[in-house]
């Protein structure tokens, strides 16, 4: 049974020394996900949201409990084989886009692959094939400068899913867009969960966002308050 | 993944500027310091060589110990037979007979009294032989200034300022004052057939040349020498070829217990010599060494800068499942290849400037007026094959160091501190 799931925390606490006290950014969490799951973790700022992402996505690691991704126990990880689960199952989109500013939109969506050393074809197949499904197959040769805030994030949601990691961690992705490039991203978002079964986890308090869930996790001071499951989709206001 | 770094260096220019000028400079600046000094050593080598102390040098055991007093009362008998042997065991070098020797030049007036009179020193050459190869090796044709060079017995040479001072006219007779070997007062005349300047301070202040022949008989020294100077055949010095050749010949022919059997000394282990050339043979290690301490701390901290300017690629790169190690090799690869950028057109520049410096030189001739160092007055740089490389050994060590230092900060950050700074 437990095999079917794809991450799995148990007991999951997170926490920093704030003076002579400590802080529990996470508080004995206990979740869950599903391959192909479009969740989201929404809450105020300084619940965990963040945290929890880092540590799913192995870049921090649990101060108790465990932490299951992938079958792997991210606790377990030393620094490189953490990185060799990032690089082959796990894609980071963030608020700021964090494009390459002296790569092109081509070699910024690429640059994953080159760290899976696959050969120059596999590559741009791979590459012009996200740029499609992000619909910046024309753009491929600007520079991010010359991108809308909508494209750029595009771009990052392209190189995020190129190499078809079978999760994502979207941390505030529509921080920065306004309402119309939000909506197209989170549409977009969606068709490639529905295509490619990729599980998508956000952190977030974007209502916009809030609404594309099918999975909404209410964490309050690193606990968790609610996990509300939606039977389709948490259709756009409906939630 | 080379192309992707090659890429960005090219495309960012404050990734490769200011490194890649750095570079530049400190490579020029070694390059043209090596080459220098390289010059320095190989005028003051041949100098030396050509008027001093030849690529081996033959003396008495006597006296060599004192050879700076030049006590010619030690000075070799019968050294025709000697010459010949040695020519017959090492026929791959050259012999030439030499006598230095000191005294007081006396300028007399149309009366006989005398008009001028000044300290001398002298050098005793073979002049008059046609086979003798001293005219060409001390570049005599050339350095003449005034007359000729003599052409029978009783004529001599002297420098050209020693001979304004004493106002000395060609054709004038003149006397040496000086003692015989068996240390006997000696007089003799000569007249002022040319006069010279050979650009060595040392050689230009109060100098006469004249004939070795002539000399022997004035200071009575007949068939003998007080050094006996060796040159290999080609006129380069070859350090450890000579001190084998000193070796066998001092096991063949000298005997310690006999103060006036021959020694042979190479030109590096003669008085001094070895002290000065390994001092700057130490110079140009602590000059390449300064070199790349300096470059190091700069690119240092222009690493630190660059990383503190990247933060976010390289906090997108680690979420993108690049390891720690790889990047952290990445970055020095970058830095090694901006170091060979700014190596390569460091050494450019630094062998440009040293081959003007080779054609043109640098006059020091004022800074030598005292001077007692056999050296030309106009030092000329010196590219050798390895100016070509030296550059490369600060240029790329310090480029490693430097990347190598700052990168660190890769290892000691957090990851998930990298991806919260990304947030800014």
């Given at each position: 049974m437990e095999n079917s799931f794809l991450i799995k925390t148990k007991d999951l606490v997170k926490t920093y020394p704030v003076g002579h006290t400590t802080l529990f950014a996470l508080n004995r969490v206990n979740l869950d996900f599903k391959p192909g799951e479009f969740a989201g973790l929404v809450g105020p700022s300084g619940s965990g949201k963040t945290t929890f992402l880092n540590i799913v996505g192995s870049l921090d690691s649990p101060s108790e409990g465990s932490v299951v991704v992938m079958g792997k126990k991210i606790e377990d990880l030393s620094h490189k084989q953490a990185a060799w689960l990032r690089n082959k199952n796990i894609g980071f989109i963030f608020q700021t886009f964090n494009l390459l500013p002296v790569y092109t939109v081509y070699e910024n969506v690429e640059f994953p692959l080159l760290l899976l050393n696959l050969s120059p074809k596999e590559r741009k197949e791979k590459v012009m094939k996200a740029l499609e499904w992000v619909k910046l197959a024309d753009r491929?040769?600007?520079?991010?400068?010359?991108?809308?805030?909508?494209?750029?994030?595009?771009?990052?949601?392209?190189?995020?899913?190129?190499?078809?990691?079978?999760?994502i961690l979207a941390d505030e992705p529509t921080a920065n867009l306004d309402a119309e490039n939000s909506f197209n991203i989170l549409d977009t978002m969606e068709e490639l969960n529905h295509e490619l079964n990729t599980t998508f986890i956000f952190a977030t308090h974007d209502e916009k966002v809030i609404k594309y869930l099918r999975r909404k996790i209410t964490l309050v001071d690193g606990k968790v308050t609610k996990d509300e499951v939606y039977e389709q989709k948490n259709s756009k206001g409906d939630n | 993944m080379i192309k992707f770094i090659f890429k960005g260096i090219i495309r960012d220019r404050s990734r490769f500027l200011f490194p890649v000028l750095t570079i530049t400079f400190g490579v020029a600046l070694s390059v043209l310091g090596y080459c220098y000094f390289s010059g320095v050593m190989?005028?003051?080598?041949?100098?030396?060589?050509?008027?001093?102390?030849?690529?081996?040098?033959?003396?008495?055991?006597?006296?060599?110990?004192?050879?700076?007093?030049?006590?010619?009362?030690?000075?070799?008998?019968?050294?025709?037979?000697?010459?010949?042997?040695?020519?017959?065991?090492?026929?791959?070098?050259?012999?030439?007979?030499?006598?230095?020797?000191?005294?007081?030049?006396?300028?007399?007036?149309?009366?006989?009294?005398?008009?001028?009179q000044g300290p001398v020193m002298g050098l005793a050459v073979d002049l008059l032989s046609e086979e003798s190869p001293e005219r060409e090796m001390l570049n005599l044709e050339n350095a003449v200034v005034r007359g000729r060079l003599p052409e029978k017995h009783g004529e001599m040479l002297i420098s050209d300022e020693f001979a304004r001072r004493l106002n000395v006219q060609l054709g004038q007779s003149a006397t040496l004052i000086g003692s015989t070997m068996y240390g006997n007062m000696a007089t003799a005349n000569f007249t002022v057939v040319g006069t010279l300047r050979f650009g060595i301070a040392a050689m230009d202040r109060g100098t006469m040349v004249a004939d070795i022949a002539d000399?022997?008989?004035?200071?009575?020294?007949?068939?003998?020498?007080?050094?006996?100077?060796?040159?290999?055949?080609?006129?380069?010095?070859?350090?450890?070829?000579?001190?084998?050749?000193?070796?066998?010949?001092?096991?063949?022919?000298?005997?310690?217990?006999?103060?006036?059997?021959?020694?042979?000394?190479?030109?590096?282990?003669?008085?001094?010599?070895?002290?000065?050339?390994?001092?700057?043979?130490?110079?140009?290690?602590?000059?390449?060494?300064?070199?790349?301490?300096?470059?190091?701390?700069?690119?240092?901290?222009?690493?630190?800068?660059?990383s503190l300017r990247r933060y976010g690629e390289i906090g997108v790169r680690l979420a993108m499942g690049e390891s720690k190690g790889h990047l952290y090799r990445s970055m020095i690869t970058e830095s090694l290849m901006i170091g060979a950028v700014g190596s390569i057109i460091g050494t450019a520049l630094g062998l440009a400037f040293s081959y003007y410096l080779q054609v043109k030189g640098i006059n020091i001739g004022s800074m030598m007026q005292n001077a007692s160092m056999m050296i030309n007055d106009v030092i000329r740089a010196k590219v050798t094959p390895f100016s070509f490389v030296i550059g490369f050994i600060p240029g790329l060590l310090a480029t490693f160091l430097g990347t190598s230092i700052s990168g660190i900060g890769i290892y000691k950050r957090q990851t998930s501190q990298l991806i919260k700074e990304l947030e800014v």
């Open positions: 491929a040769k600007s520079k991010p400068a010359q991108l809308s805030g909508g494209e750029s994030q595009r771009v990052a949601v392209a190189r995020a899913i190129v190499k078809k990691p079978s999760i | 190989t005028s003051w080598i041949q100098t030396s060589a050509k008027f001093e102390s030849g690529h081996l040098k033959i003396m008495s055991r006597a006296y060599a110990e004192i050879a700076d007093q030049v006590p010619n009362d030690l000075a070799f008998i019968g050294v025709k037979n000697l010459t010949a042997d040695l020519k017959k065991d090492f026929p791959e070098l050259i012999f030439v007979n030499r006598i230095r020797f000191g005294g007081l030049f006396d300028v007399p007036d149309e009366n006989g009294e005398t008009k001028a000399i022997q008989s004035a200071l009575d020294m007949e068939d003998a020498a007080g050094e006996i100077l060796v040159f290999f055949n080609d006129y380069v010095y070859r350090k450890e070829e000579a001190g084998i050749i000193a070796d066998t010949f001092n096991a063949k022919y000298s005997d310690e217990n006999d103060e006036f059997s021959p020694v042979m000394n190479s030109l590096s282990s003669q008085g001094g010599m070895a002290d000065t050339m390994g001092m700057v043979d130490s110079m140009m290690g602590v000059m390449v060494f300064s070199f790349i301490a300096v470059m190091s701390i700069v690119l240092w901290n222009a690493g630190l800068v660059g």
